[in-house]
């Protein structure tokens, strides 16, 4: 159709090139058109956050963006984040601490706390919990979650510490 | 060798088995993004559907025309109740004994009710199709509360004979659904007359959703070639979803395939059968090609699966010094425009009568009224067994109720009311043996640790401050204490849809010495693939890392009635555990047959089987696969296989005492929750790790349910909460850090003595949470509120109190 619109994007490193109808959703973009589904699709109001991916060093609910809108952007999605041989400390932490159950709203989780812990490297229970309360878990009831996050943290600061 | 050296309990850390904190299997793929839900699923030429929703609650399809949106580029069908009747499908039975509207034929009972079903070829199209088809509705005048249902001359369900009996007996009105009691009338209503005290109170248990995070949805997909139907889905009972879809399509059952996926949750959600599986499968069937429904979240609120709505009256009779001696309650249950509860079949209400409680009440009596409204159908267990968080919430109100009555102590009033420790196994008034407890033992530790007379005191001068005019916050001190019904159940009574509720397991040990195992429940959250290899690693002697768990898939699992209704590990795990010992016996034979000696000379020793007297003459349990399969031993079969279907003699019975501190605002309504501690009791206990993540997970829901959840309809049947923006989710700013603790009390008929724990801190915490806000205005007068507390109805209780000067 004559209204598509020419997007480039760079999703988790790689770059992506597309027409793409102006109402097409990004969640919709990745999900269906690029086949990564880690980010999920929950409510698509903006309220629960299973779909958060990171666009240009900003955490973002892509259910409710036009991928028009990311035209150019980078996204990283928790596909982008670590994988079996690149583990992102809070990927492990969450395994450690039990901070996930059914899984769903995970991928949405941790990439919204890789964003937390780069804004506050080193935050308090209460940064932790205003910081990741646009993320809905129905299972854990948040406690293991914020556990999981202080230990990455922890870990994370370390591993600077050490490296400096 | 290293078997050597290594001491004993080396050898029990090496099987992860029972009772340590393994991590789970499961997290490597869900926290890489790697998880398989439904909506991952992708065919070739895979299609997508999605529904034409009634916006009227109750309404005449005067009629539907969908040329326009047949002329949607990529629209491929829309289907009508009249496309599916040649087929029969444009009605389904529901698990309840009911049927339910496919799709509308001829009226709509309630908002968002499936009308027409659009396919296409991506969900755009599909949305854009949705908007061209015009129907035409008459409306019609909508009920929506119960008693003015069972008054009112508008007939709801026009299909149904006023006369005839219902599925559960002779019905009263046009729009009754069943009566169902349980107990003694006449004998409770006299010991309610005679009583020194009798307690009444009203409550409305009002009706919420469990709202998992991911929303019910499937993939049909109808290969014509080979006739096979594989259907993908958010099922939490997928061998019952492959029964049903044969019994209503004429599909044979061994051409059916069921899956399911990763499961985002379900909460009670996911066990019925809804209109979108049915028209995935016709429209795959009509297309030749898969079909994708997913529901979205106003879908998802408004139409599958509610909870709750029971309408409760109690008379709880008592002695002047506190000794119960009867109990009476009443239920008016609003079950929606079809009755569609997810209930064991002679159990129309659940295990409402589980509603004496942990109480020794001798003479009770339990009725339940179930009524048509122009609501959406459900009655699903919310994270509890069935009806059971109705009932423990109704009784823990009954004893504050009592002891406001008696002017005593509610934790004293339960103390001298618990049935004794050794009065188990216990038979209660309303049916139900208890088969194992120690109440006085957990509620004495519960309130020691919480220092319970410390906090009675502070609460004491915070009443004097508030009164002096030196503080506006209130403090209220939440007790509960629950008796839990869970693992449905034994076939004798509990069936759904003419199944009985067994449970299997089948096991196969490989050659060297790792195994699958395959169950008839399927997790959603729970860890099964962890938890119940920790369940065979300790009965079979093979370590949890080598044992792969699978369930979900009805070509390759056992057949089972699936997970809900905290019934995985009372059934599916005796049934692991029976399965795990079967393997066992044989390995026995075998050991023997290799060391020579005879099978009684042999024992089991946590991964070997030994020589008695002499423990240097062993063979391990790897040892021993290996021999079974590549050794002729005279009279063994080849191979090490075992597989057990468990019919469990009776339910288990968990139990728990919570307490919950809280402060709350007097001019705003904001409860603040300063501390809740959780002590379960769930028999043995298998993961402790994954134990406390179910009870703060199920503590999170009870607060949402407590404090603001709630599904509610205005005067036209209007759903006022269909988003998250107005239902309740707490975030992680709303929910504090929960104390667990515990007691073990195994269960004495269980194989291995667990009896499940999953739905215990909802069942427990929805009434912590609503006595501690009752608790709080008790020093003023108040004597019962209804749920949700959100902030408002906090607000106006202070105001009705007067406390807003």
Same mark, same amino acid.
């Given at each position: 159709?004559?209204?598509?619109?020419?997007?480039?994007?760079?999703?988790?490193?790689? *770059?992506?090139?597309?027409? *793409?109808?102006?109402?097409?959703?990004?969640?919709?973009?990745?999900?269906?058109?690029?086949?990564?589904?880690?980010?999920?699709?929950?409510?698509?109001?903006?309220?629960?956050? *299973?779909?958060?991916?990171?666009?240009?060093?900003?955490?973002?609910?892509?259910?409710?963006?036009?991928?028009?809108? *990311?035209n150019g952007a980078e996204v990283t999605t928790i596909e982008g984040i670590g994988g079996p041989d690149d583990l992102h400390p809070l990927q492990t932490a969450f395994k450690e601490h039990h901070g996930l159950q059914c899984g769903y709203c995970t991928p949405g989780m941790i990439t919204r706390a890789t964003k937390l812990l780069e804004d506050i490297p080193n935050p308090t229970e209460e940064e932790i919990r205003f910081g990741m309360a646009g993320n809905l878990c129905r299972c854990t009831g948040y406690q293991n979650i914020v556990k999981s996050i202080k230990a990455a943290a922890a870990e994370m600061n370390a591993a600077k510490e050490a490296a400096e | 060798m290293k078997d050597e050296v290594e001491s004993r309990d080396d050898r029990v850390a090496n099987l992860k088995g029972m009772g340590c904190s393994r991590k789970r299997v499961e997290d490597a793929r869900f926290t890489q993004g790697k998880g398989n839900y439904v909506d991952d699923i992708k065919l070739d030429g895979m299609l997508f559907g999605d529904f034409v929703r009634s916006p009227y609650a109750h309404a005449r399809v005067v009629s539907i025309n969908t040329e326009e949106a047949l002329k949607v580029p990529g629209v491929l069908a829309v289907l009508t109740a009249a496309d599916l009747e040649p087929l029969g499908l444009h009605w389904m039975p529901t698990l309840a004994g009911d049927k339910q509207m496919v799709l509308a034929d001829g009226k709509v009972l309630f908002q968002g009710q499936e009308v027409a079903f659009v396919v296409a070829e991506d969900r755009y199209a599909a949305a854009d199709g949705i908007e061209l088809v015009e129907v035409e509705y008459d409306e019609l005048?909508?009920?929506?509360?119960?008693?003015?249902?069972?008054?009112?001359?508008?007939?709801?369900?026009?299909?149904?004979?006023?006369?005839?009996?219902?599925?559960?007996?002779?019905?009263?009105?046009?729009?009754?659904?069943?009566?169902?009691?349980?107990?003694? +009338?006449?004998?409770?209503?006299?010991?309610?007359?005679?009583?020194?005290?009798?307690?009444?109170?009203?409550?409305?248990?009002?009706?919420?959703?469990?709202?998992?995070?991911?929303?019910?949805?499937?993939?049909?997909?109808?290969?014509?070639?080979?006739?096979?139907?594989?259907?993908?889905?958010?099922?939490?009972?997928?061998?019952?979803?492959?029964?049903?879809?044969?019994? %209503?399509? /004429?599909?044979?059952?061994?051409?059916?395939?069921?899956?399911?996926? !990763?499961? /985002?949750?379900?909460?009670?959600?996911?066990?019925?059968?809804?209109?979108?599986?049915?028209?995935?499968?016709?429209?795959?069937?009509?297309?030749? +090609?898969?079909?994708?429904? %997913?529901?979205?979240?106003? !879908?998802?609120?408004?139409?599958?699966?509610?909870?709750? !709505?029971?309408?409760?009256?109690?008379?709880?009779?008592?002695?002047?010094?506190?000794?119960?001696?009867?109990?009476?309650?009443?239920?008016?249950?609003?079950?929606? /425009?079809?009755?569609?509860?997810?209930?064991?079949? +002679?159990?129309?209400?659940?295990?409402?009568?589980?509603?004496? /409680?942990?109480?020794?009440?001798?003479?009770?009596?339990?009725?339940?009224?179930?009524?048509?409204?122009? +609501?959406?159908?459900?009655?699903v267990s919310y994270r509890c067994s069935f009806r059971v968080t109705e009932a423990v919430y109704f009784i823990e109100r009954m004893i504050e109720v009592l002891a406001i009555e008696l002017n005593m102590d509610a934790t004293e009033l339960r103390r001298i009311n618990f049935i004794k420790k050794e009065q188990f196994p216990y038979k209660a008034a309303l049916g139900w043996e208890y088969d194992s407890g120690d109440y006085h033992t957990a509620w004495d530790k519960a309130l020691k640790t919480v220092d319970y007379e410390g906090l009675r005191a502070e609460q004491a001068q915070r009443v004097e401050d508030f009164k002096a005019g030196k503080t506006r916050t209130l403090m209220g001190i939440g007790l509960s204490f629950f008796t839990e019904i869970v693992g449905a159940g034994p076939v004798k009574n509990c069936d759904i849809l003419g199944l009985g509720m067994f449970d299997s397991c089948e096991i196969r040990i490989h050659p060297t010495g790792s195994a699958i195992a395959r169950l008839g429940t399927i997790s959603q959250g729970q860890g099964h693939a962890t938890t119940f290899a920790q369940i065979l690693a300790s009965e079979i002697g093979l370590p949890a890392d080598s044992i792969t768990i699978e369930e979900g898939d009805t070509d390759t699992a056992p057949y089972g009635l699936g997970t809900y209704g905290s019934r995985s590990t009372p059934v599916a795990g005796a049934a692991t555990a029976m399965a795990g010992r079967k393997i066992r016996a044989k390995a026995q034979m075998i050991a023997a047959y290799l060391l020579e000696v005879h099978d009684n000379d042999v024992e089991f020793d946590v991964d070997r089987f030994v020589v008695k007297g002499a423990p240097e003459r062993f063979k391990t349990m790897k040892e021993i696969a290996f021999a079974a399969y590549n050794q002729a031993i005279p009279g063994i079969e080849p191979g090490l296989e075992a597989v057990s279907y468990y019919d469990p003699p009776n339910m288990t019975y968990p139990f728990g005492a919570y307490v919950c501190v809280m402060d709350i605002d007097v001019d705003t309504g904001v409860p603040e929750i300063r501390r809740f501690y959780a002590l379960d009791d769930c028999g043995t206990r298998i993961n402790p790790m994954i134990i406390e993540g179910q009870v703060h997970g199920g503590l999170t829901e009870a607060l949402a349910v407590a404090l603001g959840q709630e599904i509610a309809y205005d005067d036209m049947g209007n759903v006022k909460t269909g988003t998250l923006m107005d239902f309740f989710l707490p975030t992680a700013w709303e929910v504090p850090n929960y104390e667990t603790d515990f007691t073990v009390t195994p269960s004495p008929h269980h194989p291995i003595g667990a009896k499940g724990v999953g739905e215990s801190p909802h069942v427990g915490g929805v009434p912590c949470f609503s006595n501690a806000v009752q608790d709080a205005f008790r020093p003023f007068g108040n004597r019962h509120t209804n749920m949700p507390h959100d902030h408002w109805r906090i607000w106006q209780t202070a105001n009705k109190l007067g406390l807003h000067g």
């Open positions: 159709m004559s209204n598509k619109m020419h997007i480039k994007l760079n999703v988790n490193g790689k *770059a992506e090139e597309f027409l *793409a109808e102006p109402r097409e959703l990004l969640i919709y973009t990745l999900r269906e058109r690029l086949n990564i589904t880690g980010p999920h699709i929950g409510c698509e109001t903006s309220h629960c956050g *299973a779909c958060t991916v990171t666009i240009d060093g900003k955490s973002v609910k892509a259910c409710t963006m036009f991928v028009a809108q *990311a | 005048p909508v009920i929506v509360d119960p008693f003015e249902s069972l008054k009112s001359d508008v007939v709801l369900r026009e299909d149904l004979d006023p006369k005839a009996d219902g599925a559960h007996g002779p019905r009263k009105h046009h729009n009754h659904i069943f009566t169902w009691d349980a107990g003694d +009338k006449e004998p409770t209503e006299q010991v309610l007359a005679e009583a020194d005290v009798v307690a009444t109170e009203s409550m409305y248990y009002h009706r919420t959703h469990p709202c998992p995070l991911e929303t019910c949805g499937c993939v049909a997909s109808m290969d014509k070639v080979n006739g096979k139907l594989t259907l993908w889905g958010t099922f939490q009972a997928p061998h019952a979803i492959r029964t049903v879809v044969s019994l %209503i399509s /004429g599909i044979e059952e061994h051409n059916i395939r069921v899956i399911s996926p !990763d499961i /985002g949750g379900g909460f009670g959600n996911k066990v019925g059968a809804y209109p979108g599986y049915v028209c995935s499968v016709v429209a795959s069937i009509v297309t030749g +090609k898969p079909v994708k429904w %997913i529901e979205d979240r106003m !879908d998802n609120l408004m139409t599958t699966a509610f909870a709750r !709505d029971y309408h409760m009256t109690g008379k709880i009779a008592a002695t002047k010094d506190g000794k119960i001696t009867g109990l009476h309650c009443h239920v008016t249950a609003d079950h929606g /425009g079809f009755d569609a509860c997810a209930d064991p079949t +002679k159990f129309p209400a659940g295990f409402m009568n589980i509603c004496t /409680g942990s109480y020794d009440i001798p003479t009770a009596y339990l009725e339940v009224d179930g009524v048509y409204t122009n +609501k959406a159908p459900g009655g």
